[in-house]
């Protein structure tokens, strides 16, 4: 792995990502438009993730986080729900290997604890046995929401002010961004979606705030080092101002800083 060229080795590493997040989307129209059934789409989708996740720590990317099930998607058809489950369990078994090689570290966001236990077993002893890897973090958003985990937050902070350990007037954009997850992670700079669908569909909403957004026309079993390096050519190419003006922003940092 050291020994393989960066593939964005021509990015400026001022303008190259520290945190990319995905919207994995298109795997049941990529099967439709085939004539599959669509969990032939998630098993094809569960290859361009091994693609991707590899790409990522070729270029040397700190965190990806791949939104691979929602909130919302439990209120899919039950067969599709376990046809996922059962993927997700296989997904974590087989690429056991190929992640602690690549010296990836595993974590997840969402309500991981109403996942069946055939994946949170797998899932957590992989998220402990990779836990000092420091190669690259791969966040699995599972079971996750935005709304779910902004809501989740401001209750945990209520209650804190209950309890007399917090003052409400502590509560700033800092403080607010500590008690989220995604806090262990660099801020997210870029956010793809797939499919050619405009929308952030309760991902990352707070971390979304100044995220360069690339949507790409690809479904997602289709998706894969090409349309990544796409993606981050892409997010190369833009000017990040965070509410400054053009001028100021030339000499700031590229990256998002605190609160985020
Ligand atoms: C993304 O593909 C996978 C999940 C949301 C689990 P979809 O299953 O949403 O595929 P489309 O959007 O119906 O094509
Ligand atoms: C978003 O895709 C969720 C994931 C990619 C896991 P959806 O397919 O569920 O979103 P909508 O329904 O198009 O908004
Ligand atoms: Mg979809």
Known sequence: MSDAPNPIAHLPAE??????????????????????????GHEKGADAVREVVRAARRCGIEALTLFAFSSQNWDRPPEEVVHLMALLRRYLIEERAEILDNDIRLTTVGETERLPSLVRDPLSELMEVSKDNRGMVLCLA????????????????????????????EIDVETFARSLPSSEMPPLDLLVRTSGEHRISNFFLWESAYAELHFSPVMWPEFGREAFIVALEDFASRERRFGLTPAQAETAPRVASGGD
């Open 15 to 40: 303008r190259r990502p520290r945190h990319v997040g995905v919207i994995m989307d298109g795997n049941g129209r990529w099967a439709k438009e085939r004539g599959l059934p669509r969990e032939r």
């Open 142 to 169: 599972l079971s996750y929401g935005g709304r779910e985990t902004i809501s989740g937050a401001a209750r945990r902070l209520a209650q804190r002010v209950a309890d007399g350990e917090l003052r409400p007037e």
